[in-house]
């Protein structure tokens, strides 16, 4: 699917409120209020796969969960429809703003990703828990991809990224309750400030 904005117009490419949400092989661009927003609770799952996401204000994708640390702890008593997050296979570029927020979202994959020359940061995960695997995070006018722990602890694992040429840090690891682990990633370099 093709979905293109108005600039005229304060428009979102696709919104999502406590929706199963699964978006595969769409090119979303020019939307002034960013491409994919979407709020989500522990009994929903989001797959979005092979997607462009091009030039879009405020973000490329943001996904939103209410659930918290209940989700971890539903799922890991074997309750099902536990909150799942799935970001795989997209080309985030040169969107105004950053290029992947998710805030509060447990279980996450994001997996063989290209953040590139987004205006703020690549990517940035918030209170969340999961993979990063395999992405390209590069000359993006901020940082690449940045791990925050606010309210809640992170467990993040980060892995066989390509982190260059960003114009601030490679990598941000925020937060006091933040236990995120960095290993074997292929190359972190020719960032301007920190790798």
Known sequence: SLIKGNKDYLTVGIFSHNAQMKIN????????????IGVVDERNTVNITKCHLLGNSGCGI?????????????????????????????????????GLILKKCFNASVIGNKFNSNLLNGAILTDCDGFIMMNEFVKNKGTGLIIEAVEESNECKIFKNIVVEN??????ILGDHNTTLISQNSIISNNYLNG
């Open 25 to 36: 092989e769409c090119k979303i661009f020019r939307h002034r209020c960013g491409g994919i």
């Open 167 to 172: 114009y601030k840090n490679g990598i941000e």
């Open 62 to 98: 943001s996904i939103m969960s209410m659930a918290g640390k209940s989700a971890l702890k539903e799922k890991s008593q074997g309750i099902k429809n536990t909150l799942e997050i799935n970001i795989e296979q997209n080309l985030l570029e040169l969107n105004l703003g950053m």
